[in-house]
Structures are given as C-alpha cells and as structure tokens.
C-alpha cells in the first residue's frame, strides 16, 4: 500500500522540478575535470605552492602543494606592482592626483638632489607606472645597494639618467617604491593604511605584513605579505572591471583600461608593459598578468572571464631557469581547457 502511493505521488511530480543534466552542466563538470587534472599534474613543478583557478567568479580547481595552504601568507614580489597601480588610480578618481601626466616633481620635488638633472622635472607619474622614467634601474644587480641606502627615495631620484623619461622599459622597483611615497604624501597616510581603507570593501583582500624604508615609507612594488586567495581575489577585481562581487566600484573602469593598454615592452622577455600590468597573448588569448620574483602569478583572461592565480617558493628564481615559461604553459593550458 504505502509503495503504491509513493509511485503515485511520484507520478505527480512535476517532471521539470527534477535536475537535469543540461549541454551547459556537462560542459562545466568536463572543464572542471579537464583542468583538475592539469593542477594534479602541476605538481612536478618542484616549487609550485598553490594554484587557484576561477571563471566568472565561480570556483573551477584550487590546488596546494607540498605542505603550503591556499589560506597561508606569501611573499608576492614584484606582483606587487600591479597593486601598486591600482592605489594610483584610485587617487587619480579620487581627485589626490591629477593623472598619469603629473610631473613627479609637484609631490617630490623636496627629494630631489641638489642642481637635479632638469630631466627629473619631466619624469610623470605615467612614466614610473610603465617603467620609463629614464633612471638607471634600482632592480636586478641594484637592488641590494639601493636598499642598503640610508634614503631609498634620494638615492633613487639622484640615480644617472641612461634614457630620456618616456624612453625605453627600464624595470625598476624604485619606480614603484616612488608612487608609494608619493600616495603616501597626497593621501596623507601610510600606503598600507590607504590600500585597506580603499580596497577594504573587496571580500577577501588583505595585506599582511609589507617592508618598509628607512623613512618609514612602505616598499612600493616588492616585499609584501599576502595569501593566494588574498591575491585571488585582488584580481577577480580586476576580472570584474574595478567592482566587487556585489557591486561597490572601488576603482574606475577607465583606470583598468588605461593599466592594460601597452606602453613599452621588456626587454627581457618582449612582453608588453602597461601600467604595473605585463600583456601577452597566450594560448590564443590575450592576458594581463602580475609577476613576482619566484613565480608570483597573477593570470586575467578577460575574453574567458578567467582569472588564475599561482604562487610558488619566494627564494628560487623564476626568469632565468625557464620556470616562469612553465607557468605560462600551465596557463595556457587551462586556457584551452576552459576554451574546449
């Protein structure tokens, strides 16, 4: 009696309030497989510590490796840099800065050296976005005499010219660590203070511990403490066109537009620079992505609404041993995963 009136009751039973297993859902359930299988894979990459990999805001395969955790702080380098960009922006739509065109000069002229080459005058804020500024580079053999200074800002500014601002890519951190003292200076705060105030609303984004100079003023561009997801979750802002997941606008569309137009290109790998953003096409499509020194990478394939981050062992090198490659190919691979 009672399986008599269960198959009656079945019976009646809308047919389309059952799940159904839609051309879409498989489609979703496949690529997530596909891409799952590429991070188990990933794993032969020795130093690979995370690897998050999300479409449209919906989360496809994460990934930790060889004891680290998708929610553990990481030094994320040189990916930095892009952050670093966006605080500018955010000044730029908040009226702190007139735009890319500002001489550096009208924030930092107290800084300059004593009869300053008069090119210091016309370096812009746009040209130490795009690595142009025109100063030799205070990166790469640099650096440690750079940060072994008493004043990392004058040292910087009263570095030899070795090209005219607005000239060829000369990737320096010091370009970077001059934006953060000059946010600092119109924003009337510590950068780090500025970046939780003005990213703040973003779920999920936070800077833990970040290095500072002997003046005090945050390193713009290296030596900050942040988690995957945290990094995540900065570029699935950018993913979105500077608003959050439900809807406050944090930074101006027009800014990520004007970041990933090309400005110059390395001349280390040939990629294109915009501003704090390297561009590139991969796998078909193209990608803006943030690099740090180790493999700290930041992936945004706009076309594909994909957004991808990876992290890796801060202390081995990422460039020269290919690994950085490696990354990319990875990349390229959930790309044509994703695409399938």
Known sequence: MKRRIFVSLLAGTPLLSL???????????????????????????????AVIVTRDGEGVAERAYRGNSLDGSTNIKSASKSIVSCLVGIAIDKGLLKGVDQPIETVLRSEFPENPDPRLSEITIGNLLSMQSGLERM????????????????????????????GGMLYSTASTHLLSVILTKVGRQPTLQLARDWLGPLDGFRIGSWDRDPQGYYLGGNQMAMTPRSLHA???????????????????????DESWTPRTKSVFNGDGYGYGWFLKEMAGEQVSYAWGYGGQMLYIVPRLALTVTMTSNELAPSARTGYRDRLHGLLGDIILATAI
């Open 19 to 49: 799940p159904l297993a839609t051309p879409a859902f498989s489609q979703t359930i496949a690529v997530r497989s596909r891409i799952d299988n590429l991070l188990q894979r990933a794993a032969d990459l020795d130093t690979l510590e």
């Open 234 to 256: 900065f570029g699935e802002l950018y993913r979105r066109r500077g608003v959050t997941g439900d809807g406050t606008r944090l930074v101006s569309e027009a800014w990520i």
């Open 139 to 166: 990166s790469g053999p640099n650096y440690g005499r750079w940060v072994a200074s008493r004043n990392w800002v004058r040292t910087a500014l009263a570095a030899d010219f070795v090209d005219d601002p607005g």
